[in-house]
Structure formats: C-alpha cells, structure tokens
Antibody, heavy 125, light 109 residues
Framework: QLQLQESGPGLVKPSETLSLTCIVS??????????WGWIRQAPGMGLEWIGN???????YYNPSLQSRVTISVDMSKNQLSLNLRSVTAADTAVYYC?????????????????WGKGTTVTVAS | SYVLTQSPSVSVAPGQTATITCGGS??????VHWYQHKPGQAPLLVVH???DRPSGIPERFSGSNSGNTATLTISSVEAGDEADYHC????????????FGPGTKVTVL
C-alpha cells in the first residue's frame, strides 16, 4: 500500500527557505503512471496547489508561487522535495505531498489519489 | 483564473442525505474530484471524474456534474462522515493549475 510521509522543520524564519521532504513507500516514485505534487492549507483557508513533478523531472508550479518554488525528485531515495524561498507569515500552513493519477482526458487532469498526513510549518521569528 | 465556490457548511441528521455543491463557470465541461478531509488526517479522495468512486469508498458517496454545478451526495449519513469536503478541478491545457474549492463543513447532528 502506497504511503507518503512529509518531514521538515516546523518553524522557519521570515525571508528564509522552507525545505520539506516526502518519502514514498510501497511504490516507486519512478513509475511513469503517476505524477507527484505538493499542496498546502493555511489556517482557516482552503487547499492550495503548489506544484507538480513527473519522475523525469518535468515540473510546473502555481503561478502565484512560481518565482519562489522548486520541486525535485530523488529516485535513489524514492522521495520528493519542496523548497520555498523568501517565506513570509503567509506561507504558514500544513503542507501535504500527494500522488496524482492520470485523468480521463488528459494525463495531468486526474485526481490526487494518495496523500500524506501533512506537516505543519510556521513562519515566525 | 478559474474559481470554485462552495457553501461553508451543511448540517444533516444521521441517516439523512447530505448534498454538497461546487459552483464554477461551465464546470460541467471539467472533471471534478471530491476529497473528504478530517482534522489531523490526510485528505481522502471519495469521488473522482465527476461520479467515479475509488476502491473502498462506500456507495453512499455519489457525484454528478452538469452546467455550472457539481454535486457530491452522501446518503444515509453516518457520524463518521463529519468532515470538510473539497471539490477540485484541473484548469486545463492553458491554465496548468489545480483549483480547489474552499470546502464545505458537513456536521452530523
């Protein structure tokens, strides 16, 4: 059974870089049948998609975050990573990694079918 | 950019039916996915591609999508169904974004 586990520092100072890791177990991140992504939920807010990556390294990001975000995969460790630069209090959120499944009409249009439990990140000095 | 709207909350008695709507411009032309999200837990996919259920999701969960509204229906509601429910669509080839609705809190009375 596929499981995703996020980890990283719970507290990040403003202007610094938030770095999170998601370990994938029970399945290979290199499977060409899926893609991987990060999604967050700020306190009292809805879910916000951060970005996607395919095992080959192809990625795309939420335009509102694109200038500050990098998502990468390490197939040797079966994990994906998130770097979010120049954080502010507005980046305080629970961060989830998730697996995306191909959609019926487009590879990228499918649902996020497996999620991690999330990790809470607070941006504060 | 594409926007999804949801009612903030729905209250329902056990055994009754909960109806959760997700509004968007011509949403009927998109594939809609629904997630159940309980506090402290991972979101759970309950309906995908408008009306398909993943393996293990009870038949009580059903979905439809037409015009400007997608609907998630939970029949014979149980206490364990109390959660936030989020709809989600893909923006399309020209808007490579994943858009989530703000969520509807389902309270079981």
């Amino acid at each position: 059974q596929l499981q995703l586990q996020e980890s990283g520092p719970g507290l990040v100072k403003p202007s610094e870089t938030l770095s999170l890791t998601c370990i994938v177990s029970g399945g290979a991140i290199s499977s060409g049948n899926y893609y991987w992504g990060w999604i967050r939920q700020a306190p009292g807010m809805g879910l916000e998609w951060i970005g996607n990556i395919f095992y080959s390294g192809s990625s795309y990001y939420n335009p509102s975050l694109q200038s500050r975000v990098t998502i990468s995969v390490d197939m040797s460790k079966n994990q994906l990573s998130l770097n979010l630069r120049s954080v502010t209090a507005a980046d305080t959120a629970v961060y989830y990694c998730a697996r995306g499944r191909p959609g019926n009409d487009n590879f990228w249009s499918g649902p996020w079918d497996v999620w991690g439990k999330g990790t809470t990140v607070t941006v504060a000095s | 950019s594409y926007v999804l709207t949801q009612s903030p909350s729905v209250s329902v008695a056990p055994g009754q039916t909960a109806t959760i709507t997700c509004g968007g411009s011509n949403i009927g032309s998109k594939s809609v996915h629904w997630y159940q999200h309980k506090p402290g837990q991972a979101p759970l996919l309950v309906v995908h591609d408008d009306s398909d259920r993943p393996s293990g999701i009870p038949e009580r969960f059903s979905g439809s999508n037409s015009g400007n509204t997608a609907t998630l229906t939970i029949s014979s509601v149980e206490a364990g169904d109390e959660a936030d429910y989020h709809c989600q669509v893909w923006g399309g080839s020209y808007d490579l974004s994943y858009i989530f609705g703000p969520g509807t809190k389902v309270t079981v009375l």
